[in-house]
């Protein structure tokens, strides 16, 4: 751009200089044909810098539309790049939910398997806690046959205890009734002997 303006400037001093030139030429001498090759010369150059200024123009406009083609590349470009993170995004979002879908699934799994385990423990304890008092009852009533069983073996040895007495007491009887004889029969062969 800034090629241009000077290319331009000089463009422009070139014109003054030859319209100062021919402004100033009424007649011709030898340094006046000097002049005029001179003059040819400069509008030869001035030809050259228009037709140079005019490609380097070309070749800015050129430029420029590429520029404004690679711009809009670059915004096109951009939109693409925002596209895709954008659908980038919504896969992660997407890929976030599945997750999150996925483990409250487990989670809700688990917790079906924990409310029958609970229920199953609780109609286990319920089950125990049946048992435990059917043992109670159970050893109640055992308590209650230890002691019937206790006082019938008192009243069975209190009754062994008297019959073993009783024929203690009885044999001691049958020992004294036979000594009891046998005095008698001494006695009665002492009487008799005495007699």
Do not use: P, Y
Request: negative net charge; contains cysteine.
């Amino acid at each position: 751009m800034v090629n241009n303006d000077i290319m331009i400037n000089s463009v422009n001093d070139a014109s003054s200089e030859f319209d100062d030139f021919t402004a100033k030429k009424t007649g011709l001498t030898s340094d006046e044909d000097d002049e005029v090759v001179h003059v040819d010369q400069l509008n030869h150059r001035v030809e050259e810098l228009e037709c140079d200024k005019r490609e380097r123009e070309e070749k800015v406009k050129k430029l420029e539309a590429e520029i404004e083609e690679l711009m809009n590349e670059k915004t096109a470009m951009k939109e693409l790049i925002d596209e895709l993170k954008k659908v980038e995004n919504e896969k992660l979002e997407l890929e976030s939910k599945a997750s999150i879908a996925k483990r409250m699934m487990e989670l809700e799994t688990e917790m079906a398997r924990l409310q029958h385990d609970l229920i199953s423990s609780t109609k286990a304890g319920e089950k125990a806690n049946q048992e435990i008092e059917e043992l109670r009852g159970e050893i109640e009533g055992l308590k209650g046959e230890k002691v019937a069983l206790e006082a019938d073996s008192d009243r069975k040895i209190s009754e062994l205890e008297r019959k073993r007495e009783k024929e203690e007491v009885e044999e001691s009887v049958s020992l004294l009734e036979a000594k009891l004889k046998k005095s008698e029969e001494k006695v009665k062969e002492m009487e008799a002997m005495s007699t």
